[in-house]
């Protein structure tokens, strides 16, 4: 999936005409032509603490005066698809009513509002049993007879690429991302941090193998536009398709820099992403603290990623017959010691040669060549 989430700029403080002028900058810009198709509220639609006198949930008429339906209208009017969050426990993270014991009643409600994806967090469950209580929801969604994409946020805590191919279409597989490129953010309240993208990167090993079409590790929405810089964003980007990720935006898209745009719509990334193979990269090599990441395509090409994940300018200089390449996972392999591949630069679109020479080029701190 593609999209936009309100939590990483908005968080609870969103509103009907904050998502109609998303809706239609997503249209005017071309993010929509780009792909992004989901507009997706997180924490903060409901009215607290309470649910109405049938049990159902009640949007906020503060922040959506004119009701969710005619909101979605709205969405869904613009061509595009509209998505809202919930927890599977008593509360959800920012203490609005969660979903436990109303599982199937909750699900027709998303149907009958005609919602097209739900993202179930896990805040507030007390020990409940993670595979039960998402293939509890599941199970609501699918009987609720409205084809629901459902997204799966325990962080993965609970290894949910193990289970939850059959139950969601994505699952998170860490804590809240930051929007910082190599840190940790230690929450003042409670016991939790929030995760810069390298962090990310790195969280997990060996899990590649469980994701692809409709099954796929969500490495969490995306702070390009937030506050790192162009050079961090584009890697960020660049990362996030390289690793087959759902792409879901997080910035204010009303103030959004032509730079943010252009790497949020670059074409030949987008491919990378979205390339029907659906094979999350990984990481071949490190050479000088550049790390080359690698994914093999449907049309039999290679998408490669150079990474400077140092705070130093770099030069590469990569022998590419010296870095046979095996997917042990997906049985792909390429040797340019046998085969020559010619080369694309997807950032400058422009040919870079082949794989008969060396690859050389100067990369600058935090930056990528792909
Ligand atoms: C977290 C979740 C975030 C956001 C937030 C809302 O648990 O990982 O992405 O949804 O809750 O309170």
Redesign the pocket.
């Known amino acids: 999936p593609m999209g936009w989430?309100s939590?990483?700029t908005f968080?609870?403080n969103i509103n009907e005409d904050l998502v109609k002028k998303t809706a239609d900058i997503i249209v005017s810009s071309g993010l929509k032509d780009a792909g992004y198709e989901y507009i997706v509220l997180?924490?903060?639609w409901m009215v607290k603490d309470h649910r109405d006198k049938n049990g159902d949930l009640i949007p906020d008429p503060v922040k959506f005066p004119h009701g969710m339906k005619a909101l979605i209208d709205y969405v869904h009017s613009k061509g595009l698809k509209f998505g809202l969050?919930n927890?599977a426990g008593t509360q959800?993270?920012?203490g609005y009513p969660g979903t436990r014991g109303y599982e199937y009643q909750d699900a027709r409600f998303y149907a009958n509002l005609g919602i097209d994806f739900l993202?179930y967090?896990?805040?507030n469950t007390n020990g409940i049993n993670a595979t039960e209580a998402y293939t509890t929801m599941s199970k609501a969604l699918k009987a609720a007879g409205k084809p629901i994409v459902f997204s799966i946020?325990e962080?993965g805590d609970n290894q949910p690429w193990d289970w939850a191919t059959p139950v969601g279409n994505l699952w998170?597989i860490s804590?809240?991302?930051y929007p910082c490129f190599d840190c940790e953010y230690k929450h003042e309240e409670g016991n939790w941090s929030s995760w810069g993208v390298l962090r990310i990167l790195e969280m997990r090993k060996d899990i590649r193998k469980f994701s692809g079409p409709d099954h796929w590790n969500d490495f969490?929405?995306m702070e390009v536009g937030n506050e790192m810089t162009t050079i961090e964003d584009r890697s960020h980007f660049a990362m996030w398709c390289m690793l087959a990720s759902p792409l879901i935006a997080g910035n204010d898209f009303r103030k959004m820099k032509p730079e943010t745009l252009a790497i949020l719509t670059n074409k030949n990334l987008i491919a990378v992403n979205q390339d029907k193979l659906g094979i999350q990269g990984f990481k071949l090599t490190v050479e000088d603290g550049v790390e080359v990441w690698v994914k093999p395509l449907s049309d039999g090409a290679w998408a490669v990623t150079f990474l400077n994940r140092t705070e130093l300018p770099k030069t590469i200089n990569f022998d590419w017959k010296k870095h046979p390449i095996k997917d042990a996972d997906f049985g792909f392999d390429a040797d340019f010691a046998k085969n020559t591949y010619q080369l694309q630069d997807l950032w400058k679109n422009k040919s870079a040669g082949s794989t008969k020479k060396n690859f050389t080029a100067a990369i600058i701190a935090h930056d990528v060549i792909t």
């Open positions: 989430n939590w990483n968080e609870v997180d924490d903060g969050y927890c959800t993270c920012a993202k967090d896990w805040c946020c962080w998170r804590g809240d991302i969490d929405m």
